[in-house]
């Protein structure tokens, strides 16, 4: 972490600030309003939509753009905390919840100061930029036993994308064991996924005026120096590799992590990626035709970009049948035969009663990361343009010093995880 007085001498001064982390107080505490409260930090786009929640009562607002934190002040008829710099928001002895709604480059950092400062967490995807950052950040969690919640919610109950359907009947497909195993899951335009090939970056960007609203050097803060230009920042940051990953890192989590879900690997990792896809720029994101994960027992997870692959390809085929959109699957009586399997065990999908409880959400950092590794093993062997073997158990790559270097990028001084 970086200064602010060593961030209150990493947060040796706490007690000063009369943080108590509410767990501490006891299972199931609740504030005398009988309300937990909440501090966003971003409110752009997304953090402006995430303003109320059932449960909560915004306290504190933090942006390093004067004029979006000032819009996320409009919004609250009551008088709230306002901040530039993250830090004292997370030090707000009155916030119990931080909501994360920054670009990517931040989430790690923010994730584990929150973490190290007893709050819980809701973080926006993708739930890091780089594999190590995730592991930092389940590391946090683990050593401060906080609560936290990825806030992607397609394994629950909404109708998954273009799919036509919600995950849960899913699963249970999937689980019975009609369709047979190992499967291959195919995500693509063809099959109701729309990868936003529009979130690609500008090569050779002209540098421009630092507005005098935005501190850029804090918005940039782990990331490399870069000339300040508008495209860079705000909502088209995701086309450049220092703060995203394109279409893949904007909807990877979204569209792969029911998926792992579905096919039971919340535990593991792919051991395998292969891309096909033009030569990547180092500073701007491109686009990609195909990237092909494969699990140790077989299973696959296919990417196609843009239009390619074949239109007849189903969401999940195996050896005993398919799955195609709008649910509909090519076994004779398979709905008759699948009402006779018992239902899942029901997810805990809400996170201000797991906050109150002290039990896990149904995503949370430890099946969050595995997805997100999923997204981030993609964005690795595009930017190698090259096959890369992985290992689940260490989770770095096997034996390839270039893609383990991506997996712990250096952060630009003085800022560290």
């Not at 979006?68 to 709230?80: N, W």
């Not at 500008?202 to 300040?228: F, V």
């Not at 909502?235 to 703060?243: A, I, K, L, Q």
């Not at 999908?349 to 997100?372: H, P, W, Y």
């Amino acid at each position: 972490m970086t200064n602010r007085r060593t961030f209150l001498k990493a947060l040796g001064g706490v007690a000063a600030f009369s943080i108590v982390p509410r767990h501490v107080l006891g299972r199931g505490f609740i504030a005398p309003s009988d309300q937990l409260t909440k501090g966003i930090i971003g409110t752009g786009g997304m953090g402006r939509g995430h303003l109320t929640y059932a449960g909560t009562r915004l306290v504190a607002v933090c942006d390093v753009d004067k004029k979006h934190l000032a819009l996320g002040q409009a919004l609250v008829k009551d008088k709230i905390a306002a901040y530039s710099d993250f830090r004292d928001l997370i030090l707000d002895k009155n916030v119990d919840i931080v909501h994360i709604a920054t670009p990517p480059h931040w989430h790690g950092i923010m994730s584990v100061e929150a973490a190290k400062a007893g709050k819980d967490i809701w973080c926006e995807k993708p739930m890091t930029r780089t594999i190590g950052e995730g592991k930092r950040v389940m590391e946090a969690i683990k050593q401060n036993g906080n609560m936290f919640r990825l806030n992607t919610w397609f394994r629950f109950n909404d109708p998954f994308y273009g799919l036509g359907t919600p995950v849960k009947p899913l699963k249970k497909l999937v689980q019975s064991g009609m369709l047979g195993w190992p499967l291959k899951v195919t995500i693509s335009a063809h099959t109701g996924f729309n990868w936003k090939f529009f979130w690609v970056g500008k090569e050779n960007l002209e540098r421009q005026a630092i507005p005098k609203e935005l501190d850029y050097d804090m918005w940039l803060g782990p990331a490399p120096e870069r000339p300040y230009n508008a495209h860079r920042v705000h909502s088209t940051f995701r086309g450049y590799w220092d703060y995203d990953g394109g279409g893949l890192g904007d909807m990877g989590q979204h569209y792969i992590d029911p998926v792992q879900y579905f096919l039971g690997k919340d535990h593991t990792s792919p051991i395998k990626v292969e891309v096909d896809a033009p030569q990547q720029h180092p500073d701007a994101v491109g686009t990609w035709r195909s990237i092909t994960y494969t699990y140790e027992d077989g299973c696959q997870i296919v990417l196609w970009g843009g239009d390619f692959g074949d239109p007849n390809t189903p969401y999940i085929s195996g050896p005993n049948g398919n799955v195609y959109k709008n649910f509909v699957c090519d076994i004779p009586d398979w709905e008759k035969k699948l009402a006779e399997f018992p239902e899942e065990e029901p997810q805990v999908m809400d996170f201000i009663d797991c906050v109150k409880t002290r039990q896990k959400f149904a995503l949370n950092e430890m099946n969050g990361f595995r997805s997100c590794t999923i997204v981030n093993m993609g964005l690795t062997a595009l930017r190698l343009n090259r096959t890369l073997h992985y290992d689940p158990i260490k989770n770095e790559f096997i034996n390839d010093e270039a893609a383990n270097r991506l997996v712990d990028q250096p952060m630009r001084a003085p800022w560290n995880i």
